[in-house]
């Protein structure tokens, strides 16, 4: 009878780890974060200034001065640090060598406005990109690296509510990249076509969607070259992805078919998923936010933390303080993680912002 109850007693206890264990919500960690692109002032006039507002989160430039002291001072404030790198978009690259330059549908080379992209088909350079994200790791040893332009060419901040899919400049069409899309879906493309934009049409027109998957696999593919070889470096180092704000259903699943990230897969090699969530340039309304950070959870495992701007970027009418506002709350409705600042430097320049965000960040809870 004793040997029953212990078996009895062991099962329960087991039941109930496990049953625990799978009902156990996961440590909430709100991210009260910012951009920061450029110091302002001192290092610690600047971290008082973090603290007096509640933020945890510093997503940073490697551009910044005194990188080494800004990240030590970070450690011992208790703020994490990611370091933002641009992958496929780098002008200095591109000065130096205008042959990696990704090609659009329209037989152009990638390039309109400060907007510019390498083709993401190019190995060497994307290993020499991952070596400079190595060495900056190495050095700095930040807790996280921000991954953004890890894309397809898209000039997405002038795509409006309006915009048809098929008037979107897209690429990459050079010969590389629809060779890889040949070998990649056994699709045959008519002989008689020669020029890109003849090739880029006939795609478009007949196989959009086995288009939309090897853009979707290029720029997975790269994300797994560079995660793998950050994470043999230092495995305990976070990854954030900046991520183009479309839904689904916006532009014919454009977010996959036309920018190339699959939140589905990508999410699975990231700790954060970071739509720019920049509603006042886009002419969407706060409640846009809202709806965009849902629609990009229901596709990712991680936690997703919108990106939101603070002042006005491309129109001439301002972010009022009552929108920014709007869209601070509407940022941090659930399923969001969190919200990140767009940027330090604007946000400094906007006292009634600097009180909005002050208040927002100090009612969440801290990690
Ligand atoms: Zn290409």
Not at 153 to 163: A, D, G, I, L, R
Not at 265 to 283: E, G, T, W
Not at 292 to 309: F, G, T
Request: charged share 30%; glycine share 4%.
């Amino acid at each position: 009878m004793k040997e029953i109850i212990k078996i009895v007693l062991i099962f329960n206890a087991l039941f109930t780890m496990f049953f625990s264990a799978c009902i156990k919500p996961k440590k909430k960690e709100v991210i009260t974060g910012v951009k920061i692109y450029k110091l302002d002032s001192g290092l610690k006039n600047i971290f008082d200034k973090f603290d007096y507002l509640g933020i945890n989160t510093i997503f940073c430039s490697p551009q910044i001065d005194s990188l080494k002291d800004f990240i030590s001072l970070a450690k011992k404030r208790n703020k994490r640090v990611f370091l933002i790198v641009t992958v496929f978009y780098n002008p200095e690259a591109l000065k130096k060598d205008t042959s990696l330059y990704a090609v659009t549908n329209r037989g152009r080379i990638a390039k309109d406005d400060w907007v510019e992209f390498i083709c993401p088909e190019n190995e060497e350079y994307l290993k020499n990109r991952i070596k400079y994200i190595i060495d900056l790791i190495r050095i700095y040893n930040p807790d996280g690296i921000s991954l953004d332009f890890i894309r397809q060419f898209v000039y997405w901040e002038m795509v409006m509510p309006e915009t048809k899919p098929e008037d979107i400049e897209r690429g990459c069409f050079c010969k590389k990249c629809i060779n890889g899309f040949k070998d990649f879906s056994r699709i045959k493309i008519p002989e008689d076509l020669s020029t890109t934009t003849e090739i880029a049409d006939w795609i478009l027109h007949n196989h959009k969607k086995e288009w939309g998957v090897w853009e979707s696999e290029q720029i997975y593919r790269s994300l797994e070259k560079i995660t793998k070889q950050i994470k043999a470096v230092n495995p305990k180092i976070l990854i954030n992805l900046h991520i183009v704000p479309w839904r689904k259903t916006d532009y014919g699943n454009g977010i996959e078919n036309i920018a190339g990230q699959n939140l589905k897969r990508m999410s699975q090699l990231a700790d954060y998923i970071s739509p720019m969530c920049y509603n006042h340039m886009l002419k969407r309304k706060p409640e846009w936010i809202c709806s965009v950070v849902r629609d990009i959870s229901r596709r990712s495992y991680k936690p997703v933390i919108p990106s939101l701007q603070v002042e006005k970027e491309y129109l001439e009418t301002k972010v009022s303080d009552e929108e920014f506002r709007d869209s601070v709350n509407n940022g941090l409705k659930p399923p969001s993680s969190g919200i990140v600042i767009w940027n330090w430097e604007t946000l400094m320049s906007c006292p009634g912002k600097i009180d909005i965000v002050r208040n927002a960040f100090t009612k969440v809870r801290k990690f």
